[in-house]
């Protein structure tokens, strides 16, 4: 039997989908429940893991729990002579991005309507992670057993830190070789390395009078766009109900077109402005609402001299640059591009502000490289320097024998036999392990709802990307290579 007869149930496939989907599973703060057990991310994403977990040990499928910092799904491998099998990996995550404002519907209601199964999390990474498990559940049911071992592996803070990815890792051996559900089809032969990194200045206490920052605050995730920013101003001199800065706004919305709203409460204004979501590894899609927020703030002319140091700062080292140009970032080589620059947070008030930056260097520069021209620049503005996150960029050649069975399958099943491996800027838990690449289940030309709202999975292209996976899984599950 070929992995052409593997039957899934697409029906039941659709439902397990659907009970992980209705679990709010954005990281919380560590907790304990009554017996005293752990959850370090808190009970959503741990609801997501348990739910998942559930599904493996109905389908009769071995599982592991490594504390709740992550786990697997184990399909055992028969080895070849007497050996013990590989572990080929399939690396996914059950965390997802904060789901923020603006959706037309519940972000975890785990609907299907119209055609379209409906939720945060359905592209990434929850809908691949259930195809897979479920292409796992037809071998099995088709009597097959695999040469090495399948095992899926479930991350549960891939969106932020990856702590517990790397605490599993120090628990349990890391797979041989294999890809994770996580990023575009026709496979991912090269991704960017990833940094995030804080930049904050303190500000100086001053009797000066005029208008004043008590608080901004944007963003969800440093690796997301934000789509809205939000600004507290002061001063308390103010007579006319901000009049000045409402026709400044006023204008500013006719010069940029940018969506600008203020509201006076009491004795402050606050001024919101609007952007458009986007994944942090491509802000070319977006447009950042803290970058036009702090462009406003260079026409309202801010007393505070620390404050109006930091809008200065952005003004011209930052601003809608998405390269890193102004911090001297800008690296750029031939197999992968250019440097893509993120700001993804911002958090300000009356005694610092703080930049949270999230970037994807070329896979040929190293981070000393890459952080090389910061401090000349940021020292000037007396600001400071945190490094958060370091992964290092991966590159298999396209001609790797794997690379090139995960391509095939795809063009097999999709009839796609134009598109090439592609190198990404997105950090995937490809970079956790050595041999593993991206693969799928974006398709070209399809939109990109990932870290965005409305995020939403076509019933047809769920069960084309379990096809194509099929093919995948079974092929490198018997390391039945292309040549």
């Known amino acids: 039997m070929g992995y052409e007869e593997l039957k899934i149930n697409q029906e039941e496939m659709i439902e397990g989908l659907l009970k992980v989907l209705k679990c709010k599973s954005e990281e919380a703060a560590p907790v304990k429940t009554k017996d005293g057990e752990l959850l370090p991310f808190g009970q959503g994403v741990h609801d997501a893991f348990t739910a998942t977990l559930d599904l493996a040990r109905d389908m009769g499928f071995t599982v592991c729990n490594c504390d709740n910092y992550g786990g697997h799904i184990d399909f055992e491998g028969t080895g070849e002579d007497g050996k013990e099998p590989k572990i080929f990996g399939i690396i996914g995550h059950l965390d997802v991005v904060p789901a923020g404002t603006g959706w037309d519907f519940d972000p975890y209601c785990g609907e299907v309507k119209d055609g ?52 599993y890792f120090s628990k349990v051996r890391k797979p041989d070789y294999g890809f994770t559900p996580d990023a575009e089809f026709p496979v991912i032969n090269a991704e960017k390395g990833l940094i995030i990194f804080d930049l904050s200045k303190k500000f100086r206490k001053t009797n000066e009078k005029g208008l004043m920052i008590r608080s901004i605050k944007g963003g969800t995730a440093p690796n997301a766009v934000p789509a809205e920013c939000r600004a507290v101003l002061y001063n308390e001199n103010e007579k006319d109900g901000y009049e000045d800065i409402k026709a400044e706004i006023e204008r500013f919305r006719i010069d940029t077109g940018y ?115 910061v401090p000349a620049i940021i020292e000037k503005y007396d600001m400071g320097i945190v490094k958060l996150e370091e992964k290092p960029p991966i590159f298999l050649d396209v001609d790797n024998p794997m690379v090139k069975t995960l391509l ?76």
């Open 116 to 167: 379209y199964i409906l939720g945060r999390g359905t592209t990434d990474d929850k809908g691949p992670v259930i195809s897979c498990l479920y292409v796992m559940k037809a071998m099995k049911d088709a009597g097959l057993k695999p040469k090495n071992t399948i095992r899926l592996i479930l991350g549960l803070d891939e969106e932020t830190h990856w702590k517990g990815i790397e605490y």
């Open 259 to 373: 969506k600008v709203n203020y509201r006076v409460m009491g004795k402050s204004i606050e001024v919101t402005t609007t952007g458009k979501a986007a994944h942090g590894a491509m802000p070319y899609l977006g447009l950042n609402a803290i970058s036009i927020m702090m462009k406003l703030l260079t026409r309202l002319y801010v007393k505070n001299e620390g404050q109006a140091e930091f809008i200065d700062f952005y003004e011209n080292h930052i601003g809608f640059d998405l390269n890193g140009k102004g911090l001297k970032m800008d690296l750029s080589d031939e197999p992968s591009g250019d440097m893509i620059f993120n700001v993804g947070m911002i958090d300000c008030d009356t005694e610092q502000a703080t930049l949270k930056i999230n970037c994807r260097y070329p896979v040929t520069k190293t981070v000393d490289e890459v952080y090389a021209g």
């Open 408 to 483: 095939a399958a795809y063009q097999k099943q999709s009839g796609d036999y134009e598109s090439k491996p592609l190198v990404i800027g997105g950090g995937t838990y490809a970079k956790a392990c050595e041999n593993v690449v991206a693969y799928g289940a974006l398709f070209p030309g399809d939109p990109d709802l990932m870290h965005q709202k409305n995020e939403c999975l076509s019933v047809e292209r769920f069960l084309q990307f379990t096809e194509i996976y099929k093919e995948a899984i079974y092929k490198l599950a018997n390391e039945e290579y292309t040549e």
